[in-house]
């Protein structure tokens, strides 16, 4: 047999096969790597090198391509590549030229994230009608977080500073990592066992695998199954986590949760001294009224040792009066200051005061009823009159009927 | 007529049950009782005495200032609450 002469190529032939080869043979691909050396000229390319364990793939993401990606690529980042396999001739390098870029766990988690998503909502869980009311002044406030955040920090400050005297109950968890979502539904369950009126589930800021567990049917579940309201504060205000979508009432903070879920208890203050002020002014209008129809007799009256009822009634108003003026030096204090210039009314509002200004509380002794016409008090008829320091008991002499004041 | 001295303590124990809204919600309602300005004069007065009591029970509880923060931990199957020690 004769020797055939082998083929000699040239090296571009050679290259050229190649990329015919990659061309026909393989075409374009996905490959994981991480990427090293990233450079980014003026030219607006980028080139870089996927790495992983075994080895390495030189990399060029071309300006046309890198305008149209929403993300920016990093060093360290691990991505998915999309390109076709290539040699450039002139260096005789492998090298993919890359169509399209994806962040690997991050695409991964947002397709995720968007199942579950539209999962949970066809099952209704986001609905409004759902959502529980939130109480306007919790008796203890329950928070779901992590002991050694600064969320937690952050919701202790603001209920210190709007309702110091509400009790906080925490419920420590891990909020991120492997595993922890099961540790927040469980102290999420915990939680509502005890006596709280109202939960914050919160944590600060993170990237997308940080705030994972706040993505996870379990928790979502364990959410939607507290009858205590839930506040979610998770992550940034752009973050938005099934948990929120789930919850009652949702924060763009841990802050913003605890300024949900805590009264302002200064703004009660005000309310409630702006309530007295109109009772006791009310009040006042109807004791006004009533003096109006006394019967002011400055005729014959014979004193009489005052009558046990008389003396019970006296006891009652006695003791709103006390009441008003001692309900505790501090309250009393602070309500007064509230009232501002109005607070030096406060014992003028009082019924009593009106009888110190001489008018009397006239009442038919037989059954306490209040002597407004002459008919009630006919010749004979036995009187009470209470007057500013003395119970008077006495008898009618004449009654005649007087045109309304 | 009058109360007892044990009905009235009666009545101010139920009054601490009260929570904190209703208590509030009652005293408005109060104050638009009397407002309306139909009531005699020693219903007035009867009702004027409970917007007292409420207004009391009210100022007390935003006066508390004490703060009580605990955390829940586990001691073997039960869960117990602890004062809670905060982390520098």
Known sequence: MSETTPRVYSVAEVLGGVNRMFQDRIGRLWIVG???????????????????????????????????????????????????LSVYEARGDLQLIVRQLEPRGLGALQQAFEQLRQRLAAEGLFEVARKQPLPARPRRIGVVTSASGAA??????????????TPILIAPTRVQGPGAEDEISAALAAIATRDVDVVLLVRGGGSLEDLQPFNTEIVARAI????????????????VSIAD?????????????????????????????????????ATLAHVAEARQRLVHSGDVLRAHAPSARLAAHRERWLAAHRALLRT??????????????????????????VLGRGYGLVRRHSDGAIVRDPADAPAGERLSVRVARAEIEAIVDTSRPLGDL | MGETR???????????????????????????????????????????EKGVGLTRNCAER??????????LVAEGETLVERPFEAEE
Not at chain 1, 158 to 164: A, H, S, Y
């Open chain 1, 224 to 239: 939607a199954a507290l009858r205590v309201p839930v506040i979610s504060g998770v992550g940034h205000e752009v973050d």
């Open chain 1, 152 to 165: 937690l920090r952050d919701v202790l400050e603001v209920t210190r500073r709007r309702c110091p005297g």
């Open chain 1, 245 to 281: 979508l789930v919850a009652d009432e949702r924060a763009p903070t841990p802050s913003a949760a605890a300024e949900i879920a805590a009264p302002d208890d200064e703004v009660l203050y005000r309310e409630l001294a702006s309530l007295w002020l109109r009772l006791s002014q």
């Open chain 2, 6 to 48: 044990r009905g009235k303590q009666k009545k101010a124990e139920a009054k601490v049950e009260l929570g904190f809204e209703e208590a509030l919600g009652q005293l408005e309602g109060i104050v638009e009782e009397l407002e309306d300005g139909d009531l005699p004069l020693e219903e007035a007065l009867a009702v004027f």
């Open chain 2, 62 to 71: 935003l006066e508390e200032t004490e703060r009580r923060i605990e955390v």
């Open chain 1, 328 to 353: 505790g030096p501090r309250s009393v204090d602070r309500l007064r200051n509230r009232l501002g210039a109005l607070s030096g009314r406060l014992d003028s509002l009082s019924p009593l005061a």
């Open chain 1, 34 to 84: 991480e990427i090293k050396d990233l450079r980014r000229p003026s030219s607006g390319h980028a080139y870089f090198t996927l790495v992983d364990e075994a080895g390495q793939l030189r990399a060029a993401l071309f300006r046309g391509n890198a305008r149209r990606m929403a993300f920016e690529p990093e060093e360290g980042m691990e991505v998915l590549a999309y390109g076709d």
